[in-house]
């Protein structure tokens, strides 16, 4: 870190309190011939310092600033790539545990290589938070909470020894223990600092804090002015490994904000606002950064749900500035005086900190918002960008019910649920959660929950019977202050029971739904819905009964567990009848902002935060007794169904082998636009009829302790399996009345089979794969086994009108070329069926975004030539491809 070039003479001493600090002053570089730099984005500065830190001649260039300061004039649109180094990474177990298990596979294959094992070992700090496994099993009782954290010990045990090996195994890798908190909050609560320092050669060097996670919305912690991104698994560990992360120069959009938020309205109605503006702008791949007078009276919590929310509308982040309210904030949460020192001290010394009154940065493009046009709305039922105002969810859900899900008749046909005194309908909601990260970083709409639930209460209100309710708060700190205001009593009273610390519902962490409701939902096809106060709806996430998925506010969650059903217009009709047979209304029991406001001053304190984190990576007494193996590298248990020694190294030799050209290559499938990577990644529950669930019974596992896909992500085997095999996924090969799921077509036996079989009988052909796909291909999570398992199950290549930026990123990282349609066309216009064949040449001379051409030939012998381009973007990924992956181009990298 201390042997920068220094081109630009900026290397200074920062005096905090009675401490130096070294730090690379962005004035200084100005002065001495970065002119205009102090008018960049506050983003862009981040950047540019890092470059200053970095420069080393090679990766990072005299050039390379240069053209930071030449952003002003092309606004991002150079496309000029630039060597990017954060200061730390972010992981949950989900994304974390493949990512331990593929370091061990490279201690064993440096060992192979004639290397030193203990090479392998994160350069930069690495927190693993334990926060995915908690499914919501039990719920609506006292005893949800226990039940449910003993169920995932006994589910999660072998891979929670796996992660306290590689807690010992590897030096700057911790783990935050089960039952803490969200990743992203226990990173915006307590991880993150805003500005970083690091004993290094006899100085302390100050800089920004700055971090890529291995989930998609570690932008949360861009509301505390941390740049911070998602990557795949893949990219985070290169990163951890010491690589920097190409990326080119984005555009910054910058969004205005002006004016207060009325009456009544939450952070959830602002940021499905934003997310519905900034998915109409078209922000993917840039960065989005917010400014303007509306910040001025914008709570961190806020800002934080608003940077969360990010992958929603597309960016590569939502960045806010610090300034006073970050200050606030650290003060709050409980972080050290010399720290918050430092965080000031920095910020206004480098141009970092906004001034309520400073001047506008230059920005690519901009938009505004009155914060007082925001109305109370939702999001569904399917895409984060679908806000609806309250007032039309019930008609929107109608319009869906015939357009989208094809149903006729409206919702007036009611069945009995057996057992039940009780019916059910289309529309009628079956699942209502508070969970995940979007909103329990904020305490006005977790407190705004707790009060409606107790004004339902005094009024006699109470939750429909159907409904799976659920509360997951997104750190201890939350469930203390709901018990402390005693308003957790309140939601307990209203089935809102604490069921885990975790992302549960927004991740298909929902549980099963009561057998006797899914059978009348499975048996009559209804259309059930969910309201849950997380950031992803995509059809078949949430649970696999569940078609329908909205978004709302804690508050609103509540209130929909009263309604039971999202055909009732809750701005005109009753929630219900209180005591007294009169109808009550969600104004009757709407609490005012003031009161939340109250609340949240007397509960949330510095006092609670510092006692949650005091002793946070001790964990609780199930985690201490969790036995753990030692040595330097794992003993692979060749009967695990949870941890396995990956294929990625067999046979790999010291210096990379050519690929070769796709000759004839046979198609897997032809999917449409916006297939996300929780249609290709395996998520959620695994079927028994499935290849995945084959393999587990074939393996001894009762279908009752098959778990779910993202527990056994350390095992290749049942991951392959299951990528494309979401139940909700279309391959056009089967025609559009075909099987839906993941199917396909064997060619040329004609045969239908799972993705998974015809893709090893292609296998033992020796024949390659590909894949053709619409627009925005890869869409949603940075889930690195959509890339994985694409690459275990023989694809060389993608074809696509669009990719979204992480799952490009990540193919590459895999060794599969995404190309791109370079004419406008598509897969349908070429009058594709699946069963032609595709031939690719150049490979081995390929350069970046370099036009090739795909030779389609047709059943009945025509050829068609199509030039498709070439979407490796710069030199450091054709390093990657030609290595194999990433993976393997820094482990030659070490050995050598």
């Given at each position: 870190?201390?042997t920068?070039?220094d081109?630009?003479?900026?290397?200074?001493?920062?005096?905090?309190?009675d401490?130096?600090?070294?730090?690379?002053d962005?004035?200084?570089?100005?002065?001495?011939?970065?002119a205009?730099?102090s008018?960049?984005?506050f983003?862009?500065?981040?950047?540019?310092?890092?470059?200053l830190?970095?420069?080393?001649?090679?990766?990072i260039?005299?050039?390379?600033?240069q053209?930071?300061?030449?952003?002003?004039?092309?606004r991002?649109?150079?496309g000029v790539e630039?060597?990017?180094?954060?200061a730390?990474?972010?992981?949950?177990?989900f994304?974390?545990?493949?990512?331990v298990?593929?370091?061990?596979?490279?201690r064993?294959?440096?060992?192979a290589?004639?290397?030193?094992p203990?090479?392998?070992?994160?350069?930069?700090?690495?927190?693993l938070?334990?926060?995915h496994s908690?499914?919501?099993?039990?719920f609506?009782s006292?005893?949800?909470f226990?039940r449910n954290?003993e169920?995932?010990?006994?589910?999660?045990g072998?891979r929670y020894?796996?992660?306290?090996?590689g807690q010992?195994?590897?030096?700057?890798?911790?783990?935050?223990?089960?039952?803490?908190?969200?990743?992203?909050?226990?990173?915006?609560?307590?991880?993150?600092?805003v500005v970083w320092?690091k004993?290094e050669?006899g100085?302390?060097?100050?800089?920004?804090?700055?971090?890529?996670?291995?989930?998609?919305?570690?932008?949360?912690?861009?509301g505390?002015?941390v740049l911070?991104?998602?990557?795949g698994?893949?990219e985070?560990?290169a990163?951890?490994?010491?690589?920097?992360?190409s990326?080119l120069l984005?555009?910054?959009?910058g969004f205005?904000?002006?004016?207060k938020?009325k009456?009544?309205?939450?952070?959830?109605?602002?940021?499905?606002?934003?997310t519905q503006?900034?998915?109409?702008?078209?922000v993917?791949?840039k960065f989005?950064?917010?400014?303007g007078?509306?910040?001025?009276s914008m709570?961190?919590a806020?800002r934080?749900t608003?940077?969360n929310?990010?992958?929603?509308?597309?960016?590569?982040c939502g960045?806010?500035?610090?300034?006073?309210?970050?200050?606030?904030y650290l003060r709050t949460?409980?972080?050290s005086?010399?720290?918050?020192?430092?965080v000031?001290?920095?910020?206004?010394?480098?141009?970092?900190?906004?001034?309520?009154d400073?001047?506008?940065?230059?920005f690519t493009d901009?938009?505004?918002?009155?914060?007082?046009?925001?109305v109370?709305?939702m999001a569904?039922?399917?895409?984060p960008?679908?806000r609806?105002a309250?007032?039309?969810?019930?008609t929107g859900?109608?319009d869906?019910?015939?357009?989208?899900y094809?149903?006729t008749?409206?919702?007036s046909?009611?069945?009995?649920?057996?057992?039940?005194?009780?019916?059910?309908?289309?529309?009628d909601v079956?699942?209502?959660a508070i969970?995940?990260?979007t909103n329990?970083?904020?305490?006005?709409?977790?407190?705004?929950?707790?009060l409606?639930a107790r004004?339902a209460?005094?009024l006699?209100l109470?939750q429909?019977p159907?409904?799976?309710?659920?509360?997951?708060?997104?750190?201890?700190?939350?469930?203390?202050?709901?018990?402390?205001?005693?308003?957790?009593?309140?939601l307990d009273?209203l089935?809102?029971?604490l069921?885990?610390f975790?992302?549960?519902?927004?991740?298909g962490?929902s549980?099963?739904l009561?057998?006797?409701?899914?059978?009348?939902?499975?048996?009559?096809?209804l259309i059930v819905?969910?309201v849950?106060?997380g950031?992803r709806?995509?059809?078949?996430r949430?649970s696999?009964?569940?078609?329908?998925?909205?978004?709302?506010?804690?508050?609103?969650?509540v209130?929909?567990a009263?309604?039971?059903?999202?055909?009732k217009?809750?701005?005109?009709?009753p929630l219900?009848?209180d005591?007294?047979?009169?109808?009550?209304?969600l104004?009757?029991?709407w609490p005012s902002?003031?009161?939340v406001?109250?609340?949240?001053?007397?509960?949330?304190?510095r006092?609670?935060?510092?006692s949650?984190?005091?002793?946070?990576f001790k964990?609780?007494e199930?985690w201490?007794?969790?036995?753990?193996p030692s040595g330097?590298?794992y003993?692979?248990?060749?009967?695990?169904?949870?941890?396995?020694?990956?294929?990625?190294?067999?046979?790999?030799?010291?210096r990379?082998?050519?690929g070769?050209?796709?000759?004839?290559?046979?198609?897997?499938?032809?999917?449409?636009?916006k297939?996300?990577?929780d249609?290709i990644?395996?998520a959620?529950?695994?079927?028994?009829?499935?290849?995945?669930?084959?393999?587990l019974?074939?393996?001894g596992?009762?279908?009752?302790?098959f778990n779910?896909?993202?527990?056994?992500?350390?095992?290749h085997e049942?991951m392959?399996r299951?990528?494309?095999a979401?139940?909700?996924?279309?391959?056009h090969m089967?025609?559009?009345?075909?099987?839906v799921?993941?199917?396909?077509i064997h060619?040329?036996?004609?045969e239908?089979m799972?993705i998974y079989?015809?893709?090893?009988k292609?296998?033992?052909?020796n024949?390659?794969?590909?894949?053709?796909?619409?627009?925005?291909?890869?869409?949603?999570s940075?889930?690195?086994?959509?890339?994985?398992?694409?690459?275990?199950?023989?694809?060389?290549?993608?074809?696509?009108?669009?990719?979204?930026r992480?799952?490009?990123s990540?193919?590459?990282?895999?060794?599969?070329i995404?190309?791109?349609?370079a004419?406008?066309?598509s897969?349908?216009?070429l009058?594709l069926?699946g069963e032609?064949?595709?031939?690719?040449?150049?490979?081995?001379?390929?350069k970046?975004r370099?036009?090739?051409?795909?030779?389609i030939?047709y059943?009945?012998?025509?050829?068609?030539?199509?030039p498709?381009l070439?979407r490796?973007?710069?030199?450091?990924e054709?390093?990657y491809?030609?290595?194999?992956g990433?993976?393997?181009?820094v482990?030659?990298?070490?050995?050598?």
């Amino acid at each position: 870190m201390t042997t920068s070039l220094d081109s630009y003479k900026c290397r200074k001493t920062l005096k905090v309190g009675d401490k130096d600090y070294t730090y690379f002053d962005l004035k200084e570089a100005e002065n001495n011939g970065l002119a205009g730099v102090s008018r960049l984005p506050f983003s862009m500065k981040v950047l540019l310092e890092n470059l200053l830190r970095k420069e080393d001649g090679r990766s990072i260039t005299k050039e390379s600033i240069q053209a930071v300061a030449a952003w002003l004039e092309d606004r991002g649109s150079a496309g000029v790539e630039i060597a990017y180094s954060p200061a730390r990474v972010l992981m949950q177990d989900f994304t974390g545990v493949p990512a331990v298990v593929d370091l061990a596979a490279m201690r064993d294959a440096m060992a192979a290589l004639g290397g030193n094992p203990q090479k392998i070992n994160p350069l930069v700090p690495v927190d693993l938070v334990i926060d995915h496994s908690v499914i919501v099993d039990e719920f609506g009782s006292p005893k949800a909470f226990k039940r449910n954290v003993e169920l995932e010990y006994e589910r999660n045990g072998e891979r929670y020894r796996f992660l306290k090996w590689g807690q010992q195994a590897f030096e700057n890798f911790r783990v935050v223990p089960p039952g803490t908190g969200i990743c992203h909050q226990v990173n915006l609560e307590y991880l993150g600092q805003v500005v970083w320092s690091k004993d290094e050669d006899g100085e302390t060097v100050a800089y920004p804090d700055t971090c890529v996670g291995t989930d998609s919305h570690t932008t949360m912690i861009n509301g505390l002015g941390v740049l911070a991104w998602g990557v795949g698994g893949i990219e985070a560990e290169a990163a951890m490994l010491g690589q920097p992360i190409s990326m080119l120069l984005p555009e910054v959009i910058g969004f205005k904000m002006t004016g207060k938020l009325k009456e009544g309205v939450t952070a959830t109605d602002l940021v499905l606002t934003v997310t519905q503006m900034l998915r109409q702008r078209g922000v993917v791949g840039k960065f989005v950064e917010f400014f303007g007078p509306g910040l001025n009276s914008m709570t961190l919590a806020d800002r934080a749900t608003i940077g969360n929310m990010a992958p929603e509308y597309g960016a590569t982040c939502g960045f806010f500035p610090v300034d006073s309210e970050t200050i606030n904030y650290l003060r709050t949460t409980g972080r050290s005086e010399e720290r918050i020192a430092l965080v000031e001290a920095y910020a206004k010394e480098q141009g970092m900190w906004r001034e309520a009154d400073g001047p506008d940065p230059v920005f690519t493009d901009m938009l505004e918002l009155d914060l007082g046009d925001v109305v109370p709305s939702m999001a569904g039922p399917k895409r984060p960008e679908g806000r609806i105002a309250l007032g039309d969810i019930a008609t929107g859900f109608q319009d869906a019910l015939e357009k989208e899900y094809k149903k006729t008749g409206g919702t007036s046909k009611r069945y009995p649920v057996e057992g039940e005194d009780y019916d059910l309908g289309h529309g009628d909601v079956a699942i209502a959660a508070i969970t995940s990260c979007t909103n329990t970083s904020n305490p006005s709409v977790l407190i705004a929950a707790g009060l409606l639930a107790r004004n339902a209460n005094r009024l006699g209100l109470k939750q429909k019977p159907w409904v799976k309710t659920s509360l997951a708060p997104g750190s201890q700190v939350v469930a203390q202050y709901l018990e402390n205001a005693g308003l957790q009593k309140e939601l307990d009273q209203l089935g809102f029971n604490l069921v885990g610390f975790g992302c549960t519902t927004c991740i298909g962490n929902s549980g099963p739904l009561p057998e006797p409701i899914a059978k009348v939902v499975n048996d009559k096809d209804l259309i059930v819905a969910s309201v849950l106060s997380g950031n992803r709806n995509f059809e078949g996430r949430v649970s696999p009964d569940v078609q329908a998925n909205y978004l709302a506010s804690p508050p609103l969650v509540v209130a929909y567990a009263l309604a039971g059903s999202v055909t009732k217009d809750l701005t005109s009709e009753p929630l219900g009848e209180d005591k007294d047979g009169k109808p009550v209304y969600l104004k009757d029991v709407w609490p005012s902002n003031q009161e939340v406001q109250k609340f949240i001053e007397e509960n949330v304190t510095r006092k609670l935060f510092a006692s949650k984190y005091a002793d946070v990576f001790k964990g609780d007494e199930l985690w201490r007794e969790v036995k753990a193996p030692s040595g330097q590298t794992y003993s692979w248990d060749s009967e695990s169904t949870y941890v396995q020694d990956p294929p990625y190294f067999e046979g790999m030799k010291p210096r990379p082998q050519p690929g070769g050209d796709i000759k004839g290559a046979r198609i897997l499938g032809l999917f449409g636009d916006k297939i996300t990577t929780d249609h290709i990644s395996p998520a959620g529950g695994i079927k028994a009829q499935s290849p995945a669930g084959k393999y587990l019974m074939d393996h001894g596992v009762g279908v009752a302790d098959f778990n779910q896909y993202g527990t056994r992500r350390g095992n290749h085997e049942v991951m392959m399996r299951g990528t494309f095999a979401n139940i909700r996924i279309r391959n056009h090969m089967l025609g559009e009345n075909g099987t839906v799921g993941g199917y396909t077509i064997h060619y040329p036996s004609k045969e239908e089979m799972s993705i998974y079989d015809a893709a090893m009988k292609y296998k033992q052909e020796n024949v390659p794969l590909v894949i053709f796909a619409g627009a925005e291909y890869g869409n949603g999570s940075s889930r690195d086994w959509a890339a994985k398992g694409t690459n275990l199950l023989g694809v060389r290549a993608v074809i696509a009108q669009s990719f979204e930026r992480i799952h490009r990123s990540n193919l590459v990282g895999m060794g599969v070329i995404p190309f791109v349609f370079a004419e406008e066309t598509s897969w349908r216009e070429l009058g594709l069926t699946g069963e032609e064949t595709v031939t690719i040449e150049g490979l081995d001379n390929i350069k970046p975004r370099v036009t090739l051409t795909a030779k389609i030939t047709y059943s009945d012998g025509t050829v068609k030539d199509v030039p498709v381009l070439c979407r490796i973007d710069t030199v450091d990924e054709l390093e990657y491809f030609r290595n194999g992956g990433i993976l393997q181009y820094v482990l030659r990298d070490l050995v050598a």
